[in-house]
């Protein structure tokens, strides 16, 4: 991508190197090279030639947010806004200046502008959703990962971080659901953060082991040994498994001898319950001569 965006910048040199467009071509190729400083010079140098070009102020906030400078960056985005208000890039970066500056109730009124703007876009409901988390206010955390999730994931995560919320609400099944849906997706597309699918596994593995489970708690145990972070903690799981599973083992044989037990003593017992050995024996007399 580097190298289309360098041959795009000298087709534009070529032509006309003092295009508005020019500057921001060659502004975000040196963005791409993480250049900050020499790309905030030609964004700048774009507004010089074009005031009102939208664009050129997103994106030097942008840099601005690169380079650490928050306040250049919030007045690079409220410039923004001010050449066109439904610019919800320019609301999504202040949001971010003042996530990063820890001052939520800001962030999240300006991300909730610019969900406003892109109601379908996924990475403005999780933004939403992580204010009301850091608020403290959950139940509106949860319905925003929930909806994220409903409407396409472009990031792939508000099914773990609703998952992440439900276990800190200790609901559990809720949990377990969505951790179960989340270690899914993450099989089927191979993409997927290891810390994150191994404390999915190891929060299935426990509930299921709580649960009674125990082929899927194994099953579950067995994916967390493949993780460094679940290793030592998986193999508690799994003799616990083990240890489970011989006391009903156990159980079960003295049980089935119990049984083989009481047959046998009731082969012994008369019709009335009563033990042969105990009935009493009976008085027969024989005298010669009586026959027929």
Not at 66 to 91: F, M, P
Not at 179 to 194: C, D, L, S
Not at 252 to 257: A, E, L, N, P, V
Request: charge should be neutral; charged fraction near 25%.
């Amino acid at each position: 991508m580097r190298a289309d965006l360098a041959h795009l910048a000298h087709r534009c040199c070529d032509i006309d190197k003092y295009r508005v467009e020019t500057c921001c071509v060659i502004g975000n190729y040196y963005s791409l090279r993480q250049q900050h400083e020499k790309a905030v010079m030609y964004f700048q140098r774009a507004l010089k030639l074009n005031p009102h070009y939208l664009s050129a102020w997103t994106l030097m906030g942008h840099e601005f947010m690169e380079l650490k400078n928050t306040s250049a960056a919030l007045q690079a985005y409220r410039q923004a806004i001010e050449v066109n208000r439904r610019d919800y890039r320019a609301w999504y970066g202040l949001g971010q200046t003042y996530e990063i500056l820890k001052m939520y109730h800001y962030c999240l009124y300006y991300y909730r502008q610019a969900q406003q703007l892109r109601p379908n876009d996924s990475r403005m409901v999780v933004a939403l959703g992580e204010s009301y988390e850091k608020l403290e206010r959950l139940q509106e955390a949860k319905k925003c990962f929930r909806k994220a999730h409903s409407i396409g994931d472009v990031e792939g995560m508000a099914i773990i971080k609703l998952a992440k919320l439900h276990e800190r609400l200790s609901e559990e099944p809720h949990a377990a659901a969505a951790y179960t849906e989340y270690v899914n997706e993450a099989n089927r597309q191979g993409i997927f953060n290891p810390e994150d699918l191994s404390q999915a596994y190891k929060y299935l593995a426990n509930f299921n082991f709580a649960q009674g489970q125990l082929d899927e708690a194994y099953a579950a145990a067995q994916k967390c040994t493949e993780f460094q972070e679940t290793r030592e903690e998986a193999k508690v799981i799994l003799r616990n498994i083990q240890d489970l599973r011989s006391k009903k083992e156990t159980v079960s044989d003295i049980r089935m001898d119990d049984s083989c037990g009481s047959i046998t003593t009731e082969r012994f017992h008369g019709a009335d319950h009563t033990p042969i050995s105990s009935l009493s024996p009976v008085n027969l007399r024989f005298t010669p001569g009586d026959s027929c």
